[in-house]
Every structure is written in structure tokens, then in C-alpha cells.
């Protein structure tokens, strides 16, 4: 949990993170050493230079370097396992709710595991989410549209298998459809990432969560005329929370106009470990404010509660937990004992991987 320095609380729900393996002994061919690669440039030329780790340790962290970086160090008190796919780029995949199942049978209590599909493989894949579902009773999926498999490279939320998938996710109770949407990564396509084909799905399915991961970015002006009209499409963080240290001004645009447009209501949190560390942008995003001439242009501004809605309380309610019984069953385990002495130790609680 964050504290203010009036005391004040803020319960942290980081709803976009992975435990990946990225090692060159994994990697099947070009595209998974460039797709690394890619990620690094992010974390590299976005991160603060005390949070810049080794391309070695990024390509392979452990699950104990995750669980001290989100739940330690990073004031995280509950997380969403995020999966990522890419089987044609990695022999045993990138980021398989496989590989993230470690993290939630160890911690229980501190992590939300999310499954997710791929419409291209039919009844396969529909055996497979009834799978994840009745193994792991998994809430939420994770989406990524440009993904390539065999000769395809991509799909969309408005193809006809989709709908099926769609379908099966209201009838299993899979409510939360995290989609990236916006940012390119190599080798995939940018035009594949449109956050277009989101509209005509949130329309049909309004019993389901859309949640844009990465707001759609570059096309943010897209993304919000469409969450604007559809009350169940919410902006996910992942990716824009970052540019407060290099394009603070950017930054502030971009939630400016969140803000304007969709409101405090429908934005989550969520720092895309290990791309970045949460610990640095909860910090700057706490002190963060928008400049004085945004906040009259678009009549918002932040405050404490939109800061809280927007850290936790968001995604709380779209994953049914209750804060108070979540945080009373993690306040005492080893995870929040650590986190308490090394916050509480002045000069011991910044620092990077080497």
C-alpha cells in the first residue's frame, strides 16, 4: 500500500504484469530476439536510468525478483497475471498462464490470474478457455490481436470467431477482456493493433469488461470518442503511465483528456512488469498534477480520490474485491512485513537490478 505523507492510504491493484521468459535457450528463431529487444527499448529509453536493469536479468527474472519489485519495494498489494502467448516466436512460449500460474499458486492472496484465447484455433481453443476456466476459474483474458500464427497475422474483435469466443466468455463468467490495443511491438503490425473493431464488440457483448490496454495509443482520439459511447470500454495505463518521466507534458495531455472524455471512473492502473517497475511510476504518478492551463482547457485535474480510483478502487470493482478484505488478509504476511522495513528504512528502498 502507498502512503501519503498525511498517512493516507492508497490500496494499489497493478492490473497489467507478466513473469516472462525471454532467454535466448527459449527463443525459436529472429522474432523472439527482436520482440525483446523491442520491449527492452521501451523499459530502456522510458525508465528512470537507477531502474535500467541488464538486458540479461530482463530477458529471465525469477518469480522471488517479482514479488520483492511489485509487493516489496513497489507499495503493489494485489496484481493481475497477465498472459502473452507468441508460440511462434518462443519454443515454450512468452508469458503462458502456464508460467504465470508459479506466481498465483505460491501467492494466492496477491495475484489475479487471467487466461486468454486466440479465436483462430476453433474448437481447440474453445475446449481450451472451458480449460482455463474450470482449472484456474480465471475472471479476466488477456487479448492480443496482432498476434501471428502460422500464416495469419492477426484477427478482429468483430470477426465472426471472435463472437464465439465472446460468446463463451459471458456464459463461463469471464467478464474482464483485456485487449492491447495501440502500441506496436516487432514483428507485429501496427494496423492490427487498431482499437477500432473494439466498438462493435463492446456493443454487441454489454455483459463483458473491455478494458484497452495501452489506450489505444498512438490513436488515443479513437479510443476515447469509443469508451465515451460505450460504458463498458475503460483505458488501461500499461505503457502511457510511463512517458511521465521522459514527456511529463505528453503524459499530461493524455490524461488530460482521459479525464475529459471518460472520466475518473474507467482508467486502471497498471505498470506492464517487467517492462517497467511499479515502484518509480506510483511514486511520480502520486506527485504527479496536470499543468494549470490543461486543467482550464479541459476542466479536470487530479486529486486524491481520482488518484485512488485510478491506482485500485477501478479495477476492485471490476474483479469484485472487497479492498478492506483483501488488504486485512495480506497485511500481515511476509510480503507487507518486508515491504514495511524497507520503506521505514531511510535510503534503502530505491535501487535497480544489476
Not at 494485489?78 to 505460491?106: C, H, R, W
Not at 454489454?206 to 478494458?211: H, R, S, V
Request: net charge negative.
Amino acid at each position: 500500500m502507498y502512503r501519503t505523507d498525511n498517512g493516507d492510504g492508497v490500496f494499489v491493484i497493478d492490473a497489467h504484469s507478466h513473469l516472462w521468459d525471454a532467454s535466448p535457450e527459449n527463443q525459436a528463431n529472429k522474432y523472439g530476439r527482436g520482440w525483446i529487444d523491442c520491449f527492452y527499448a521501451y523499459h530502456k529509453n522510458l525508465s528512470p536510468p537507477e531502474y535500467v536493469w541488464t538486458l540479461e536479468h530482463y530477458e529471465k527474472y525469477s518469480p522471488d525478483d517479482m514479488v520483492h519489485d511489485q509487493f516489496v519495494k513497489g507499495y503493489v498489494d494485489l496484481a493481475v497475471l497477465q498472459p502473452t502467448y507468441l508460440t511462434d516466436f518462443y519454443k515454450n512460449g512468452f508469458n503462458t498462464i502456464e508460467q504465470n500460474s508459479v506466481m498465483k499458486k505460491a501467492y494466492p492472496d496477491r495475484y489475479i490470474l487471467n487466461g486468454a484465447f486466440d479465436p483462430r484455433e476453433g474448437e481447440a481453443g474453445l475446449d481450451y478457455l472451458r480449460r482455463q476456466k474450470g482449472e484456474w476459474d480465471i475472471k479476466g483474458v488477456k487479448l492480443y490481436t496482432a498476434e501471428w500464427r502460422g500464416g495469419s497475422k492477426g484477427y478482429k474483435l468483430s470477426d465472426p470467431e471472435s463472437y464465439r469466443f465472446l460468446a463463451e466468455c459471458v456464459k463461463l463468467g469471464i467478464t474482464n477482456i483485456h485487449v492491447h490495443k495501440g502500441p506496436t511491438i516487432y514483428p507485429l503490425n501496427r494496423d492490427a493493433f487498431d482499437v477500432a473493431d473494439v466498438d462493435d464488440a463492446a456493443s454487441e457483448f454489454t455483459d463483458l469488461n473491455f478494458i484497452v490496454e495501452h489506450c489505444g495509443l498512438p490513436r488515443l482520439e479513437d479510443f476515447c470518442w469509443i469508451a465515451t459511447q460505450e460504458s463498458n470500454v475503460y483505458a488501461g495505463l500499461a505503457v502511457v503511465l510511463p512517458f511521465i518521466h521522459p514527456r511529463p507534458r505528453y503524459f499530461a495531455e493524455v490524461m488530460a483528456n482521459l479525464l475529459f472524455w471518460i472520466g475518473p471512473d474507467k482508467i486502471l492502473f497498471g505498470s506492464d512488469y517487467a517492462i517497467w517497475e511499479p515502484k518509480w511510476l506510483i511514486e511520480k504518478f502520486m506527485a504527479f498534477q496536470i499543468p494549470e492551463d490543461l486543467q482550464a482547457e479541459f476542466n479536470v485535474k487530479m486529486d486524491l480520490e481520482t488518484r485512488r480510483k485510478i491506482l485500485g478502487l477501478n479495477a476492485a470493482r471490476l474483479y469484485n474485491i472487497d479492498v478492506d478484505a483483501a488488504g486485512a488478509r495480506i497485511k500481515d504476511d511476509s510480503l507487507s512485513k518486508q515491504a514495511v522495513a524497507l520503506h521505514s528504512t531511510p535510503g534503502r528502498s530505491t535501487g535497480s537490478h544489476g
